[in-house]
C-alpha cells in the first residue's frame, strides 16, 4: 500500500492510502456508517497495532486491512449507535451494559460480582468517554486520527469486549489473591501527590491559568464535573476564592459546593460512578503540560478512578 505520488513524494496524510478500501468495504457490504467514520477506525487499528502515530502503510498487508476493515463496519452497524448513546451517558443503555457485566461476573466472582460489574462499568465509561465515538469519529478525523492506547475501535464486538474487561478483573483479582497467600505482593507505592515540595507545588501554581483555559476546551459534561470537583467542600476556601479571581465564568460567587461525588452526580443528573469516569478522563486530558498533572493531584486530593498520569493497558 504505497502514499507517494508519481514523483516519491508523500501524497496526503498518511492515513490517505486506507481511504479506498473503506470505501469499497461500505459500497459492497451497505453498512450504516460512512467510509470517513469506519476510515478513523481503521487507521487507529493501525496507528495501535504498529505503535505509532504514523504508521508506514507500505507494511500493512492489504488482505488483513481489508479484513479489518469489514469487521469494523459490521460492528458500527451492530454497536455505534450504542457506542454514542453510552458516550453521552444515556441511562437506559448503562443499565443495559451492568446487566450484560453481572450476567459475565455472576458465575466467575459469585458475591462479589456486583463489585466487579460496577468496577468495569467504570473502567469502561473511562474508556470510552476519552475516546472518539463514532458520531464525532469524522470530526476527529480531520486533524488526524488520535486517541489512547486502550481505545475501543469496533475491530471486536462491544459486548465481548466488555465481557472481556469484567472478565480480566477478575482474573487480575484472582492472581492477586494468590500473591497476597504467598506473601509476594510488593508494599502499595506512594499516593500521587503526596510529599511534594512547597517549591514544587508553587511553581505548578504558575500554570493554573492555561490549566483554566485547558478546562474550559473541556466538552461540556467533563468540564461541568471539573469545575464542580474543584467546588468540592473539601477544597479550601482560599483555594476557591483563588479559582473564582481567575475564572469567574467557571467558579461563580453563588455556585454550589458539593459535599460528595453523589451530590454532584445528583446536580448533574447523573450517576457517582460517571462523575468519576469523567473526572479521570478529563484529567487525562489535561496533562500536556507535565506541572498541570502534579497541580491536578494537589487541587483534586478527594475520590479518582486513577492518577492523572497514568495509562490504561491496551484492551483493544
Not at 34 to 57: H, I, N
Not at 205 to 230: F, G, K, T
Request: glycine residues 6%; contains cysteine; negative net charge.
Amino acid at each position: 500500500m504505497d502514499r507517494r505520488d508519481e514523483g516519491g513524494a508523500m501524497a496526503g496524510p498518511w492515513f490517505e492510502v486506507l481511504r479506498p478500501v473503506c470505501e469499497k468495504v461500505c459500497a459492497t457490504g451497505g453498512y450504516a456508517h460512512a467510509p470517513t467514520v469506519v476510515l478513523f477506525y481503521v487507521a487507529r487499528w493501525r496507528q495501535k497495532s504498529a505503535r505509532e502515530p504514523e504508521p508506514d502503510t507500505d507494511e500493512a498487508d492489504h488482505h488483513e486491512v481489508v479484513g479489518i476493515a469489514e469487521r469494523i463496519a459490521r460492528n458500527l452497524g451492530d454497536d455505534g449507535d450504542r457506542i454514542d448513546r453510552l458516550y453521552e451517558g444515556d441511562a437506559d443503555e448503562l443499565t443495559a451494559l451492568r446487566r450484560l457485566l453481572l450476567s459475565s461476573a455472576g458465575p466467575r466472582a459469585g458475591d462479589a460480582a456486583y463489585e466487579f460489574a460496577d468496577e468495569a462499568l467504570q473502567k469502561i465509561s473511562l474508556v470510552l468517554l476519552t475516546g472518539t465515538p463514532p458520531s464525532r469519529a469524522e470530526e476527529v478525523l480531520t486533524s488526524g486520527p488520535d486517541g489512547p492506547a486502550n481505545e475501543y475501535i469496533f475491530t471486536s464486538p462491544f459486548s465481548y469486549w466488555a465481557k472481556k474487561v469484567v472478565i480480566n478483573l477478575i482474573k487480575d483479582e484472582h492472581r492477586r489473591e494468590k500473591r497476597r497467600r504467598r506473601g509476594t505482593i510488593p508494599p502499595p507505592s506512594k499516593k500521587p501527590g503526596t510529599g511534594t515540595p512547597d517549591g514544587e507545588l508553587r511553581r505548578a501554581l504558575e500554570s493554573l491559568p492555561p490549566l483554566l483555559d485547558a478546562i474550559r476546551s473541556l466538552p461540556n459534561v467533563q468540564r461541568s464535573v471539573m469545575i464542580m470537583s474543584l467546588c468540592r467542600r473539601d477544597i479550601d476556601d482560599l483555594l476557591l476564592d483563588d479559582l473564582r479571581h481567575k475564572a469567574p465564568d467557571l467558579f461563580t460567587a453563588d455556585g454550589p459546593r458539593p459535599a460528595s461525588d453523589s451530590e454532584i452526580a445528583d446536580l448533574l443528573q447523573t450517576t457517582p460512578r460517571l462523575v468519576a469516569a469523567n473526572r479521570s478522563a478529563a484529567r487525562r486530558k489535561l496533562v500536556d503540560d507535565p506541572r498541570w498533572a502534579q497541580l491536578l493531584d494537589a487541587l483534586l486530593p478527594h475520590r479518582t478512578t486513577a492518577p492523572a498520569r497514568s495509562q490504561e493497558k491496551d484492551d483493544g
